[in-house]
């Protein structure tokens, strides 16, 4: 990445320009130590213009349909005057390190639109599959103008929970299956949601989507009992026919307009920005101890005693984090010239 000159990059941002949220998005993607300042520096110029969007989490079961249903989704927003951001989370390999990054092909029609932007965004080693730039990312597309932010999850492992403290309104799209239809949708996601939709609610799937909801809604009720519950609304919807997107959103904003009127969106997003900094937290510690000196030097002979079965991994851990505080401990002396 070239040299960044943060000012300008932070007044094409509030400006709108596509080519600067491009380049801005990359430097937070970057984790080199040079690269963070600046992201830093480049949030603090911009934070006035963010945290006016609605931001939605949007999950799913393999097959859901997920990035056509944003896009179908997104470009009818647009197509009301929205600003439609889209942060598509995408698996990283975890040999190579390079992702399929295909979501922009399926959502062809909402990328090529002027006033959406669709950023595929490669998971690296972060838990679940979440990028660490993912919540800044959203900053940056919100200082752009745009005001629907939504996150795409790959739908795998535990990367819903942490889209969950990213978003306001967490909407798990599902669809109808042979036999048992709540197969394959664990509790925890469940619990999770604040919207569910059945998707692919067209032609002869019409009707076992219909049921499927019927049957999640009942599940809803099981998990939830007693009057005062809220149960998230279960939809049918079709991102192919379009048939219920309308009803889908509607019941995104009737949420957001829930934790507003009962003062929790605030609160919601007040207790989000202190886990992003314990995130932030452990992400810059993870980095400082892979780049101390002499973890740097015993790296490759802790691995391979691990490998070997020689050292157990708690072992090698240990080791790793004795190597670190005395790196730490030299640095903080009298004399060493970093203190």
Same mark, same amino acid.
């Given at each position: 990445m070239r040299s960044v000159d943060v000012a300008d990059l932070a007044a094409g941002v509030r400006a709108g320009s596509r080519q600067h949220v491009a380049r801005a998005i990359t430097l937070l993607e970057s984790s080199?130590?040079?690269?963070?300042? !600046?992201?830093?520096?480049?949030?603090?110029?911009?934070?006035?213009?963010?945290?006016r969007a609605v931001r939605v989490g949007i999950s799913g079961v393999p097959g859901a349909g997920k990035s056509t249903f944003i896009n179908a989704l997104g470009t009818r927003l647009v197509g009301r005057g929205h600003r439609v951001a889209v942060v598509a989370v995408d698996p990283s390999s975890r040999r190579t390190g390079g992702s399929i990054?295909?979501?922009? #092909?399926?959502?062809?029609?909402?990328? +090529?639109?002027? +006033?959406?932007?669709?950023?595929?965004?490669?998971?690296?080693?972060?838990?679940?599959?979440?990028?660490?730039? #993912?919540?800044?990312?959203?900053? @940056?597309?919100?200082?752009?103008?745009?005001? &629907?932010?939504?996150?795409? #999850?790959?739908? @795998?492992? !535990?990367?819903?929970?942490?889209?969950?403290?990213? &978003?306001? =309104?967490?909407?798990?799209? =599902?669809?109808?299956? =042979?036999g048992d239809q709540l197969q394959g949708i664990k509790r925890g996601i469940l619990e999770l949601a604040d919207v569910i939709a059945v998707n692919k609610a067209d032609g002869d799937g019409e009707a076992a989507a219909r049921v499927a909801a019927r049957e999640l809604a009942g599940a809803m009720r099981l998990m939830m009992p007693g009057p005062a519950a809220r149960r998230?609304? @279960?939809? #049918?919807?079709?991102?192919? =026919?379009?048939?219920?997107?309308?009803?889908?959103?509607? +019941?995104?904003?009737?949420?957001?307009?829930?934790?507003?009127?009962?003062?929790s969106l605030e609160v919601r997003r007040a207790r989000q920005q202190q886990d992003w900094m314990w995130a932030l937290v452990d992400a810059h510690l993870q980095d400082a101890v892979r780049d101390s000196a002499r973890v740097r030097a015993s790296r490759a002979e802790v691995e391979a005693a691990v490998r070997s079965g020689g050292t157990s991994?708690?072992?090698?851990?240990?080791?790793?984090?004795?190597?670190?505080?005395?790196?730490?401990?030299d640095e903080a002396a009298p004399g060493s010239g970093r203190a």
């Open positions: 080199r130590h040079e690269h963070r300042e !600046q992201a830093e520096e480049l949030l603090a110029l911009v934070a006035d213009r963010t945290g990054l295909g979501d922009r #092909t399926r959502m062809g029609d909402l990328a +090529a639109s002027e +006033a959406a932007f669709v950023r595929p965004s490669p998971s690296g080693r972060q838990l679940g599959g979440v990028a660490r730039a #993912t919540r800044e990312s959203m900053l @940056v597309l919100e200082a752009a103008g745009h005001d &629907v932010v939504i996150v795409e #999850t790959v739908g @795998v492992g !535990q990367n819903e929970i942490a889209v969950s403290e990213m &978003v306001d =309104t967490f909407l798990l799209l =599902t669809l109808a299956r =042979t998230p609304p @279960v939809l #049918t919807c079709s991102a192919l =026919t379009g048939a219920g997107l309308d009803e889908v959103w509607a +019941a995104v904003l009737e949420h957001r307009e829930h934790l507003e009127a009962e003062g991994a708690v072992e090698g851990a240990a080791r790793i984090l004795r190597l670190y505080a005395d790196d730490v401990r």
